[in-house]
């Protein structure tokens, strides 16, 4: 039997995952103890700490459930979920580019904003125009995906809604969290557009609106530079937006 102390600890976990059958899984587990311990022993965790963090996930967990994922609104505000998006679409310069999605019901805004009109073209990078490709557009969570398809020229038009700025929810574990560390709980006016077209890849995006008071802060970490645009107000009280998606040629 093996003495265990906290100068051993590690190794003899890592000794018990070594025969993990899925080589991926092995890596990241392999990978997960080694900075969870770290992280223990670089900031002295105390038990009272380590047992309110796990009094805080548990909670986390009892809150994701039905319309609210409250872990994947854990993910985004701690830019894990901007993280992954960025590590697994880099895409040449030029391209559009890609921005968090809330892919689980309860992280978006659940109600529309202002009616919009949002034209454009779909290109290569080359420039070339694509048509047939489908651009889907939805402001948030109780909205229905508007649906078109590009044209010969790679032109589109669609009218859909903005969804304005609004907090996230902010009456579980994770408004706690960020009451205590006084970060931001909005997110800036925005649309979520989903661009197809057959022998290139998707892309998954997010359009905000200029001169929005929570660019800087959204909390989702979502906002570039690039897919921040000029909404322009119609006297009918609407907005119109032209916008052009640059789309990267697939693997072959």
Known sequence: MRQLNQDTI???VLARLAHTPDTRLKELMTSLVQH?????????????EWRHGLE????????????????????DVLGLSTLT????NGKPAGCTEAAVLPALPGLASDQ???????????????????????????????AEWVHALSGSQGEFSLDAALAEARALPTDGPVGQFLAATACPAWRPAHVRVTVRARGYEALHTEIFAEGDPYLEGDAAFGVRPALVAYWQ??????????????LN???A
């Open 36 to 48: 969870l311990h770290a992280f223990a022993r670089e900031t002295r965790l105390t038990e009272a």
């Open 56 to 75: 805080f996930l548990t909670n986390t967990g009892q809150q994701s459930q039905g319309q609210r994922q409250e872990f994947a609104l854990l993910s």
């Open 112 to 142: 529309d904003g202002p009616a919009c009109q949002l034209r454009g073209q779909v290109r290569d990078l080359q420039g070339q125009a694509i048509g047939g490709a489908e651009i889907s557009v939805s402001p948030g969570r109780g």
């Open 85 to 88: 998006v960025a590590m697994n």
């Open 249 to 251: 040629k697939a693997m």
């Open 233 to 246: 107000a119609q006297a009918d009280g609407s907005l119109a937006l032209n916008y052009d998606f640059i």
């Open 10 to 12: 590690t190794q003899a």
